[in-house]
């Protein structure tokens, strides 16, 4: 058995019944990038960017048009939503049937609420390109703000 071999069947094993939801491969290819090739075992990986890794490859996961895996930003801009309360937020979300795993943090952004959407979502922008976001759709108006797409740079 191949060291990639062996890391893939140790992946799987994590995975459980549901490691045919993943891409097995992908999976090991990061975290041997991210180990500079000298991985040997999983078990040598930080729990919290292992798991990272393997959300990354969800082969469930929502997909956009050319096939990446995307995830939600919600821009909140009415006061009674807002975690931190006194400006518009933005949060990447990943939604799935019964669930939604909260990506990156609500983070306040630098206007008032009063601004107008551009100048929101222009700041929202700004704020998910710094934390490795880049937008993969159009923004759409919720209830509570505003959505898009957003994918890992």
Request: proline letters at 5%; glycine letters at 6%; zero cysteines.
């Amino acid at each position: 058995m191949t060291r990639f071999q062996d890391l893939a069947y140790q992946v799987s094993l994590t995975l459980g019944d549901h490691a045919d939801d993943y891409d097995i491969d992908g999976i090991v290819k990061d975290l041997l990038n991210v180990h500079d090739g000298e991985l040997t075992s999983i078990d040598d990986v930080d729990s919290e960017l292992y798991w990272d890794i393997v959300k990354k490859h969800d082969a469930t996961a929502p997909t956009s048009e050319d096939n990446a895996p995307t995830t939600t930003a919600w821009l909140g801009v009415q006061k009674g939503v807002l975690i931190h309360g006194e400006s518009p937020e933005i949060m990447v979300i990943n939604h799935r049937p019964g669930d939604s795993i909260e990506v990156m943090p609500s983070t306040p952004l630098p206007v008032s609420l009063d601004a107008d959407h551009d100048a929101m979502t222009d700041a929202a922008e700004t704020a998910l390109k710094a934390a490795g976001w880049e937008i993969a759709g159009d923004w759409d108006a919720v209830d509570t703000g505003y959505t898009v797409p957003v994918r890992r740079a």
